[in-house]
């Protein structure tokens, strides 16, 4: 188990360096730079060309590519090119909140898309199934900033219970997480329900029932456990898009988090910004794709068997 958790992480240093390539030539091959946010109504050819070589813009592609490397080799993200404030310290003022938010949208979509897709499942073709199968399709259909605005204006503007923008204390996490949580617990049931048919009709389950095991304990603790292998690959996978939606989710209610910045240094072609914001979301993603696999061999008895076998080998 230890050679595999150490080979994953290894493999992580050329998919963050692959990130690192692609987001840094995309940002170099597209038009436009921070010269023209900086000089505002002052701009002129002139002036941009003198603030590009200050800023360094004016090098050869590898040169900057070699330059950023080694900038991030001794842990720089190096300055906002518009604020000139340290981009790794607005990262640690920020990442925080778009953790908070990340992961208790995981959290509730764990839950209630594991709790759908059994209700589901265990009354297939029954009226319980298509309730859940009906907000599943809701949930896939409407996208994130659209439920989001419909959020705000049913919350914020009608009722007045929660705030519409901005952070401050937990009141306003909650809009945000439901947002993104929506349609995670869409596909989450979706695919919960499929797996739970899949192990219904197996014989481990005609044999409690043979033995008379309670209905809720064949449920729970033999069909949800061998079906929750798929599910686990969904859930990281969700994360992903936890992480790609937050940029959105965040804009719409203003929240200050990664994905928020990530918007703001795209808009003002800050590209370390962009590159910091971009390489801590790749981070973050494999980390968890790396627990989820984790999980997986915990759960499947075969990748279990296959660690086994290894260190039979090994031992031999």
């Known amino acids: 188990m230890g050679r595999y958790v150490l080979r994953r992480l290894l493999l992580l240093i050329p998919v963050i360096l692959g990130v690192i390539v692609v987001v840094f030539t995309l940002l170099y091959l597209a038009p436009g730079d921070a010269t023209s946010v900086l000089l505002g109504n002052s701009y002129t050819e002139a002036a941009a060309a003198e603030l590009r070589a200050q800023l360094g813009l004016d090098k050869p ?16 993200f190096g300055n906002s090119m ?17 953790m908070i938010i990340g ?3 995981i959290a509730i979509t764990a839950i209630l898309g594991i709790l759908l897709g059994v209700t589901a499942a265990v009354h297939q073709n029954k009226w319980q199934d298509s309730l859940s199968m009906v907000v599943a399709l809701l949930g896939t259909s409407l996208p994130a900033f659209f439920f989001a ?28 997480v439901a947002a993104l949580a929506l349609g995670g617990i869409a596909m989450l049931a979706r695919q919960t329900r499929s797996s739970m048919l899949e192990v219904i009709n197996s014989d481990f389950v005609k044999m409690a029932k043979a033995k008379g095991v309670r209905r809720k304990d064949i449920i729970y603790r033999h069909m949800l456990p061998n079906a929750l292998i798929p599910v686990l690959t969904t859930i990281g996978m969700q994360f992903a898009g936890v992480l790609g939606g937050g940029v959105i989710i965040e804009t719409v209610f203003s929240v200050p988090g990664i994905g928020y910045y ?44 296959q660690f086994a076998g290894a260190r039979h080998k090994g031992g031999k």
């Open 262 to 305: 990530l918007v703001t240094g795209c808009n003002n072609r800050d590209y370390n910004v962009v590159m910091a914001c971009t390489i801590i979301i790749s981070a973050i993603f494999s980390a968890i794709m790396l627990l989820v696999d984790l999980l997986m061999a915990a759960v499947d008895p075969r990748i279990k068997a």
């Open 61 to 76: 592609y590898i040169v900057q590519l070699f330059n950023y490397g080694s900038s991030l080799l001794r842990l720089d």
């Open 149 to 176: 605005i419909l959020l705000v204006l049913a919350f914020s503007f009608k009722l007045k219970w929660l705030p519409a923008y901005g952070l401050g204390g937990p009141e306003h996490y909650v809009l945000p």
């Open 103 to 105: 992961m208790f949208s």
């Open 82 to 98: 518009v604020s000139g404030v340290p981009v790794a310290s607005e990262l640690a003022t920020r990442l925080p909140r778009t």
